[in-house]
Structures are given as C-alpha cells and as structure tokens.
C-alpha cells in the first residue's frame, strides 16, 4: 500500500463521558487533525464501523465539511478494525479522496453496552427474542444462553485448552501473563482508564470467574470516549512534515464459519487460516520475525496466545512458555499491546490498538521500545503492519 497514517486524536476514556457520541466524535476528529497539521476542510473522505451511531453525514454538518467525496463503512466492529485502514487507503490509491479520516465514537458504560446479554436476547409474550443482527449462528446459541463475546471466547479458551492439554495452573498462568503484563502497561499510560489500578498475579488468580475458565480479568473494558486517525497517500505524507506511519499491508479475511464469532467453524483452538498471514506478511515484505511491536486484539486475554500462534510468531502450542517467560513484556522478544490493551487501557472496537502502533513508530508511546514495524489484528478478520516512515 502506498499510504501514511498522519494524525491521531481522542477524547478522555471514562465510564460516564457527559458527552453526546456526535460531540465526542468532533473532538476527537478536530484533535487528530490538529496533530496532523491540517484544516479540518481537508477532509474529503471518512471511514467508520457499521455499528457506530454516527453518521458521516452527521460528521458533515456539525464540522460543516465542505465536500466530502468518500464516505465507507466497514462491517460489525472490531472485526474489521484494521479493514477500515485498508479500505480508506485504497479510497486513497483509485483517487477517490485524498485525505481520509477513520473514526470511532461510543459511549459503551453509560449508553449501549456490547458485553450485556439483553441487547441480544429478550423475553416477550413468554417466547425468547434473537435480536442480534448478525449472520446465522447466534439465533441458534442465544437462546441456550450463549450471548456475548465473553462467553464465545471461554469456548475458545476451553479449545485450546484441552488441544495442548494445559492444566487448570497452567492454562492460569498463561492467561493471568498477558493480564497482569498488560495492566503494567496500562500503570505507565496516562490515557489508560485503569492506569492507577496495579495487578499481581496474585490478585489475578484470586479474581472470580466469569465463564470457565475465564476471569474478571481476562475481560475488557466497557469505555465512553472517541477516537480518529488522519490517513493520506504516502507521496503527500512525505511533503508535511509530520511523523508518519506508513501502512505497509492491510486486508480483511472472511470464510465459512469465522463471522461474526467463530461458533461453527471446524476447530476453535485456531481462530487464522494459514494464507491470512501468509497474504498478510507477503505484501509488506516481511516475515513474522521482522516485526518489533504487536497490537493484538483482546476482547479477552485469550485473543493473545491465539494471535501469537496464528500468525508464526511463535509455534502452536508454545503460548504458555512464550507468555510465562514474559515474551509479550517490554524486553520480551514481542512486546504485545503496550498501551495495556483492550483489557486495562480501554475499549474502543481496536482503534485505540492501532494507535498505540502508531504512537509506538513515532517514538511516542508512555511505553515506548525499539521499534521500526509494527502488526496488528483480530484474529485474522482484519489484519495490518506499519512501518516506521
């Protein structure tokens, strides 16, 4: 790809922002352009989630934009975090629009909460309601009681689990590293919403379990707030003298069984085929072993191993050791989501990940390493790599 990520900007991340989504997305759009040295009347494009309940045209009329020549929407939410970036820059590549603006607004502690099973599910008339608007698979879990990501993500857990026959103190302590490495993290970063909250792997085995095996801790967080990301073509980067990232490959992965989450595909220990890295990696040029950061989307710490795995950088069932010697750390051999995550910095349908790899090339991050590229993903959905401009 021939595009550059220019600018970033966001609001504060609480559980009661006091703020309408709309006045939340300005915000965060005016900042991210501010910090990319631009008028907001350069933006000609905007990209967001399906799920977000602000609309471009919204956008338009409260920045009073004066012409905006693309407007596209990616599907579900975080899926397709990292297909929001490929579709703005290949807007960018066909002359579409030149300067795109990828945003994220929601208020998901004080308004709509995706962790919460009556959004999907509800009694009427003494019959249970499906509401959730997604493929076919949830109509026929939901009504058993299988609702919300966390609970599809245990079966995850579960999988793999008893694929590489870990032990109830294994399968802890892995997990329990990626939480408890994260939350250091996220004590280093003052955007993090629990930045004053330490953990210890004490503190994590003695955390109640939500859905076998998983604990409160492996959970993310449920955040009010908003983000936005300023993207132009590389050529135009070059010339405005800001610290750029270029995006180096971008994509989006779907087959049989994997959306939206993952129940009825053939094996759950395994969330990636082969060839989504494979593609992946191709187009950048590089291999698993040339990356220095990874921003892995955690809904659930469980994400993490999956990632790892996935996508080459270590071999299949090598998570526990990887993770328990402290692999994913800040001198680890892959430091993983060093802002703290979805699990201890904040939830934002993994904007706020791929921020943090961008803050990480600019030399900007509260938690900065060595770092010249970096990989992010959901579970193959979406995928990416940067690099440093």
């Known amino acids: 790809m021939k595009t550059s990520i220019v600018g970033l900007g966001q609001t504060e991340f609480s559980k009661n922002s006091g703020r309408s989504e709309l006045r939340l997305a300005t915000e965060a759009i005016l900042a991210a352009m501010a910090d990319a040295g631009l ?44 297909g929001a970036v490929a579709q703005a820059s290949a807007a960018i590549e066909a002359g579409l629009a030149s300067c795109i603006v990828f945003y994220r607004t929601l208020n998901a502690r ?3 909460r995706y962790g919460r099973g009556e959004r999907i599910l509800s009694e009427e008339d003494g019959r249970l309601i499906n509401r959730q608007p997604e493929p076919p698979g949830d109509i026929y879990s939901a009504p058993f009681g299988l609702l919300v990501p966390g609970q ?15 032990s109830d103190d294994q399968f802890t302590d892995m997990l329990g590293s990626v939480a408890v490495t994260q939350r250091a993290y996220a004590n280093n970063n003052p955007n993090a919403l629990l930045r004053d909250k330490p953990l210890s792997m004490d503190d994590y085995r003695a955390g109640r379990v ?41 994509g989006q992965y779907i087959y049989p069984g994997s959306v939206p989450m993952f129940l009825y595909a ?30 892995i989307y955690d809904a659930t710490s469980m994400m993490v191993p999956l990632a790892l795995e996935d996508f080459g950088f270590i071999g299949r069932g090598e998570a526990h050791q990887f993770l328990t010697s402290g692999g994913n750390g800040p001198t680890g051999a892959l430091p993983v989501n060093t802002h703290g995550g979805l699990l201890s910095e904040g939830y934002f349908h993994g904007l706020n990940t791929i921020a943090e790899m961008v803050r990480q090339l600019r030399g900007e991050s509260p938690n900065q390493v060595d770092a010249e590229t970096a990989f992010i993903t959901l579970r193959g959905a979406s995928s990416m790599i940067l690099g440093r401009a």
């Open 39 to 82: 008028e907001v009347n350069d933006i000609d494009g905007l990209v967001r989630y399906t799920w977000d309940n602000t609309t471009e045209a919204a956008i338009v009329n409260a920045l009073g934009l004066p012409s905006l020549k693309y407007y596209g929407e990616t599907e579900f939410g975080g899926v397709n975090c990292c």
């Open 210 to 250: 939500i859905t076998e095996p998983l604990r409160i801790y492996d959970y993310c967080l449920e955040t009010d707030g908003a983000m936005a990301m300023v993207i132009v073509s590389r050529e135009r980067a070059r010339s405005m003298g800001v610290k750029a990232v270029d995006v180096l490959s971008a």
């Open 152 to 166: 599809h993500h245990a079966l995850y857990a579960q999988s793999y689990k008893g694929q590489y026959g870990l």
């Open 266 to 295: 053939p094996v759950t220990h395994t969330l990636a085929p082969p060839e989504a890295g494979e593609d992946l990696f191709g187009k950048a040029g590089l291999k698993p072993s040339d990356i220095d950061v990874a921003g």
């Open 110 to 112: 004080s308004g709509v």
